[in-house]
Nanobody
């Protein structure tokens, strides 16, 4: 079964850090561009960070630049999002996404991040 499974979400205080992981199974992410998205209650899903297959191109939403770091371990088929200096406005469900030429556009089920002030 082709799937992405996120983990690492939870409750954090403002200023704290969390690290999200996204593990792929049923396919390999080594040739894929990978993304982290988030969706807050009542808002549209927004792109948070993007990384190309070898990590040669990385881009962040302005709202997280300097605080979040996207990375990947292709040998483990795992994507990461290190989130530092968390703010209450970072509260959302975080989704990982793979754009794979063979299996198509793959989404994880999401992991909740809640930041208290």
């Amino acid at each position: 079964e082709v799937q992405l499974v996120e983990s690492g979400g939870g409750l954090a205080q403002a200023g704290a850090s969390l690290r999200l992981s996204c593990a792929a199974s049923g396919f390999t992410i080594s040739t894929d561009a990978m993304n982290w998205y988030r969706q807050a209650p009542g808002k549209e899903r927004e792109l948070v960070a993007t990384i190309t297959n070898a990590g040669g191109y990385i881009n962040y939403a302005d709202s997280v630049k300097g605080r979040f770091t996207i990375s990947r371990d292709n040998a483990k088929d795992t994507l990461y999002l290190q989130m530092n200096s968390l703010k209450p406005e970072d509260t959302a469900v975080y989704y990982c996404n793979a754009q794979d030429l063979r299996v198509g556009n793959v989404w994880g089920q999401g992991t909740q991040v809640t930041v208290s002030s």
